[in-house]
């Protein structure tokens, strides 16, 4: 059985119900090796957390990569950011496996695809300036070092820093372990194929590494200053036209994300509008673990859950505030005939986790 035949065999297997999933890796490759895996990415709808498996499947060894589409969103971002496009590379350079959204996994390969090839464009002062510094202190240690297994062990250190920094003042993608040299041949064969001739030989080696901090802007030790300060980040600004519409969805709402990992990088914490038509009632639903807090903005609406095995209703007004414990099966009511009913909606988790239900009797 062929890599993506395996692979589209294992989700419709493990995950019917499946929004889209992808296949990639060097297991699609020339690179394919005898321990090569499938990676997967299978996309949930209301899926509680993402996660990340190890299993063996029918004698495939599988990475698992398990995610709603709000956290693929902010796990691809967080990578991007890191100069490390691990996901972003199997969605666009790996095969769609299942697609039940209509075309989202062919529009997200194809967006992904053009970010990726494009790069991630030149690196922030305060990073290039931290790859000099940290080459340049590897390169004294070095330099200094008498011990035959700590020399090797420094050399190595060099060697992948003499990499990362040749990568970030080409404007390249990173990378670890094996990608690493992978991201360097691409931009740099002939430095790749030096760095493993030199690795060895500390004069060489800090001849080859010289020369990569002096295309970089010479060596950094004296007089560099790395100042953190988590206490004073940047504010988010959300402005009321900037809501994203791409979040989890219920029949007979219209759910808009303001504040996610995906729009403002948060990582605890999820906050947005559902906007309720009139005349109409949500699917029945319940929240994962996420504990809910909604403040009624405008119009009429009404809370419906078991209480003793019987509905029970809270009629709420604008300024009201209701709260939804984790796993409550409930839904959302606007009994109005004519006006359209808006909450806010707060949740301590940073997925907007909706787990849709046939019934509120569990």
């Given at each position: 059985m062929d890599p993506v035949t395996a692979a589209r065999a294992f989700v419709e297997e493990t995950f019917p119900g499946a929004l889209y999933a992808f296949v990639g890796g060097s297991v699609l490759t020339e690179r394919r090796t005898?321990?090569?895996?499938?990676?997967?990415?299978v996309v949930l709808d209301g899926l509680d957390r993402p996660y990340r498996e190890s299993l063996r499947w029918r004698d495939w060894p599988i990475e698992l990569f398990a995610h709603s589409e709000t956290s693929l969103a902010?796990?691809?971002?967080?990578?991007?950011?890191?100069?490390?496009p691990t996901l972003a590379r199997i969605c666009s350079e790996g095969a769609v496996l299942t697609d039940r959204t209509g075309g989202r996994a062919s529009d997200l390969q194809a967006a992904l695809g053009e970010r990726v090839s494009a790069g991630p464009g030149g690196q922030p002062a305060g990073q290039s300036e931290r790859a000099r510094y940290v080459l340049s202190d590897l390169l004294?240690?070095?330099?200094?070092?008498?011990?035959?297994?700590?020399?090797a062990f420094i050399g190595w250190e060099?060697?992948?820093?003499?990499?990362?920094?040749?990568?970030?003042?080409?404007g390249r993608w990173q990378g670890t372990g094996k990608w690493l040299l992978r991201e360097l041949r691409a931009h740099d064969p002939e430095l790749?194929?030096?760095?493993?001739?030199?690795?060895?030989d500390p004069v060489r080696l800090t001849a080859v590494a010289t020369r990569v901090l002096e295309r970089a802007g010479g060596r950094l030790w004296e007089g560099y200053r790395d100042q953190g300060d988590p206490f004073h980040q940047t504010l988010r600004h959300v402005a009321a036209g900037e809501l994203s519409g791409e979040t989890a969805q219920s029949s007979g709402m219209r759910r808009l994300a303001a504040v996610s990992g995906a729009t403002t990088g948060s990582s605890r914490l999820w906050m947005g509008q559902t906007h309720v038509a009139p005349a109409t009632r949500s699917s029945d639903h319940h929240h994962g673990a996420s504990e809910t807090a909604i403040y009624v903005v405008s119009g009429t609406p009404s809370f419906v859950f078991l209480e003793d095995d019987r509905e029970t209703r809270i009629d709420a007004r604008p300024g009201d505030y209701v709260f939804v414990p984790p796993y409550v099966p409930h839904r959302e009511e606007n009994p109005d005939p004519s006006q359209e009913a808006v909450v806010v909606i707060a949740r301590s988790t940073q997925e907007a986790i909706v787990v849709n239900l046939p019934t509120l009797r569990r």
């Amino acid at each position: 059985m062929d890599p993506v035949t395996a692979a589209r065999a294992f989700v419709e297997e493990t995950f019917p119900g499946a929004l889209y999933a992808f296949v990639g890796g060097s297991v699609l490759t020339e690179r394919r090796t005898s321990t090569s895996d499938l990676d997967i990415i299978v996309v949930l709808d209301g899926l509680d957390r993402p996660y990340r498996e190890s299993l063996r499947w029918r004698d495939w060894p599988i990475e698992l990569f398990a995610h709603s589409e709000t956290s693929l969103a902010a796990y691809i971002e967080r990578d991007f950011a890191a100069r490390r496009p691990t996901l972003a590379r199997i969605c666009s350079e790996g095969a769609v496996l299942t697609d039940r959204t209509g075309g989202r996994a062919s529009d997200l390969q194809a967006a992904l695809g053009e970010r990726v090839s494009a790069g991630p464009g030149g690196q922030p002062a305060g990073q290039s300036e931290r790859a000099r510094y940290v080459l340049s202190d590897l390169l004294d240690d070095l330099a200094g070092a008498t011990d035959p297994g700590e020399a090797a062990f420094i050399g190595w250190e060099v060697v992948q820093a003499t990499a990362r920094a040749a990568l970030g003042a080409g404007g390249r993608w990173q990378g670890t372990g094996k990608w690493l040299l992978r991201e360097l041949r691409a931009h740099d064969p002939e430095l790749a194929d030096e760095l493993l001739k030199v690795h060895d030989d500390p004069v060489r080696l800090t001849a080859v590494a010289t020369r990569v901090l002096e295309r970089a802007g010479g060596r950094l030790w004296e007089g560099y200053r790395d100042q953190g300060d988590p206490f004073h980040q940047t504010l988010r600004h959300v402005a009321a036209g900037e809501l994203s519409g791409e979040t989890a969805q219920s029949s007979g709402m219209r759910r808009l994300a303001a504040v996610s990992g995906a729009t403002t990088g948060s990582s605890r914490l999820w906050m947005g509008q559902t906007h309720v038509a009139p005349a109409t009632r949500s699917s029945d639903h319940h929240h994962g673990a996420s504990e809910t807090a909604i403040y009624v903005v405008s119009g009429t609406p009404s809370f419906v859950f078991l209480e003793d095995d019987r509905e029970t209703r809270i009629d709420a007004r604008p300024g009201d505030y209701v709260f939804v414990p984790p796993y409550v099966p409930h839904r959302e009511e606007n009994p109005d005939p004519s006006q359209e009913a808006v909450v806010v909606i707060a949740r301590s988790t940073q997925e907007a986790i909706v787990v849709n239900l046939p019934t509120l009797r569990r």
